[in-house]
Nanobody, 123 residues
């Protein structure tokens, strides 16, 4: 069972990045998934989550209107389109999956985690 996050990098403030998360080892098509991030010296925090079908999403206030979470056709992939990036978005971004089909903003409710991808936004 593996989640692989990719797409991070260095971008200027106001720019965009698209993160991807690929699940392998089992089918995640019935699982809710989410994105979290962790900045240096801070706790891991919620960014966005999507239910198993992709029909329902929920965002942290700090990214609402700038980020969009979505699932691929196979439901074993997930994306995070990040626009209008700010310096405070700099962090390691993690994708996660939970065996429930309902989305959640709680770190503790996720069962599988990817290794993280670094996003650096220069001001």
């Amino acid at each position: 069972v593996q989640l692989q996050a990719s797409g991070g990098g260095l971008v200027q403030a106001g720019g965009s990045l698209r993160l991807s998360c690929a699940a392998s080892g089992r089918t995640f098509s019935r699982y809710a998934m989410g994105w979290f991030r962790q900045a240096p010296g801070k706790e891991r925090e919620f960014v966005a989550t999507v239910n198993w079908s992709g029909s329902s999403t929920y965002y942290a206030d700090s990214v609402e209107g700038r980020f969009t979470i979505s699932r691929g056709t196979s439901k074993n992939t997930m994306y995070l389109q990040m626009n209008s990036l700010k310096a405070e978005d700099t962090a390691v971004y993690y994708c996660a999956a939970r065996t429930s089909g309902l989305y959640s903003a709680s770190v503790a409710r996720y069962d599988y985690w990817g290794q993280g991808t670094l996003v650096t936004v220069s001001s």
